[in-house]
Nanobody, 124 residues
């Protein structure tokens, strides 16, 4: 299984971007798909997650109310709509997946499938 992320770019503060991540693998069905981000010199941090069996989404406090995650299960694709972007949102964004939901969905160590990352840069 491979994850392919796309949609990053350069945007001014207050602008919007939409990231997408597609899982390629005919037999793959993810119980959890998530977005993480990593800024230079910082650890990878949780952004958002979606739980397939309960149709629930979870967000980091820093993005609540601004970011929205959705999933097209038939297409094995998740999207992250990012609005009201701030310079501190600048990072490489990674999508991640695991077969089964885990209560530690916010921990990068819980995921064994990662996309290649897409750069998001927000200028002030």
């Amino acid at each position: 299984v491979q994850l392919q992320a796309s949609g990053g770019g350069l945007v001014q503060a207050g602008g919007s971007l939409r990231l997408s991540c597609t899982a390629n693998g005919s037999t793959f069905s993810a119980g959890a798909m998530s977005w993480f981000r990593q800024a230079p010199g910082k650890e990878r941090e949780f952004v958002a997650a979606i739980r397939s069996d309960a149709f629930r989404t979870y967000y980091a406090d820093s993005v609540k109310g601004r970011f929205s995650m959705s999933r097209d299960k038939a297409e094995n694709t998740v999207s992250l709509q990012m609005n009201s972007l701030k310079p501190e949102d600048t990072a490489v964004y990674y999508c991640a997946a695991r077969v089964w939901w885990n209560v530690q969905y916010y921990s990068p160590a819980q995921y064994h499938i990662w996309g290649q990352g897409t750069q998001v840069t927000v200028s002030s």
